[in-house]
């Protein structure tokens, strides 16, 4: 058994916890997509519930840490050093429509080092994500390295496609066609949080998007780096939370994504 630190096991224990309310209403949707309007209420109430058991469990374990959710935005605590960021439900679309690919993510930042933990849980599969900074990146029990390809047409990437009112549709046309003439497969499966998992776990070789919140990315921006990959923004930068895009690969598949995107311009 790998021994999680006391912040990591904080970290999974509230995952867990928030776990087993969307696990309970997962099993209502189902019935509810006979009706327009409900699911995505239910889903949003799901959202909210999701938000208060994290905010509770983490605020009490660590008194004084601010907390960014996606329901609640920004609650300054008085330690302004530390900053838990959390997205209650990523993957919430296939969550509405009771698809079993959905995630907890909750990061750490800590002033000056960056996101320093990170969790994402898949409460439908029960698989665990954490890293740690300088600690390595985990699958439950498993230690996590990136894939060791090397070249992009032996490559399956992931990606997230604008979707109605959100996004640039017409430049994600064109990074799409600049990269899938040229890999192996891309893939879209609903949640940024789970693909930047997978691609710390090796079964995706790279992932790109764009237009994302902080809490999307900042747990699996350390998940990859953690596994031994690279991260940066859509344009190679390195603040990827404020720039809201990211390229994620491990050494050598990374530079070569971030090349096909721009030549997309």
Request: proline share 3%.
């Amino acid at each position: 058994m790998i021994a999680q630190s006391a912040l990591l096991k904080v970290m999974s224990d509230a995952a867990r916890k928030a776990a087993r309310g969307l696990n309970r209403d997962f099993g209502e949707i189902a019935e509810l997509q006979v009706a327009k309007k409900a699911p995505a209420d239910f889903v949003s109430a799901a959202d909210l519930k999701a938000e208060q058991v994290l905010f509770e469990a983490l605020t009490k374990a660590r008194p004084g840490y601010s907390f960014w959710g996606e329901e609640r935005g920004m609650i300054e605590g008085t330690d302004k050093t530390h900053t838990w960021i959390v997205d209650p439900l990523d993957g919430t679309t296939n969550f509405l429509h009771a698809i079993p690919h959905f995630a907890i993510n909750i990061a750490l930042e800590r002033e000056g080092a960056g996101v320093v933990a990170a969790v994402t849980y898949n409460p439908a599969t029960n698989e665990l994500f954490w890293a740690e900074k300088g600690k390595g990146c985990y699958v439950n029990d498993k230690r996590l390295r990136v894939a060791a390809r090397q070249r992009l047409d032996e490559s399956v990437l992931a990606t997230g496609i604008p979707f109605l009112g959100h996004g640039q549709h017409a430049r994600f046309l064109k990074e799409l066609h600049q990269i899938t003439q040229r890999v192996a497969g891309v893939r879209r499966f609903g949640s940024a949080a789970l693909d930047l998992a997978w691609v710390a776990a090796g079964r995706y070789d790279g992932y790109w998007e764009r237009d994302l919140k902080a809490w999307d990315l900042a747990a699996g921006m350390l998940l990859v780096t953690e596994a031994g990959g690279k991260v940066t923004d859509a344009e190679g930068g390195e603040d990827i939370l404020k720039a809201g895009s990211i390229v994620a690969g491990n050494l050598d598949i990374h530079p070569l994504l971030l090349e096909r995107l721009q030549a997309a311009k």
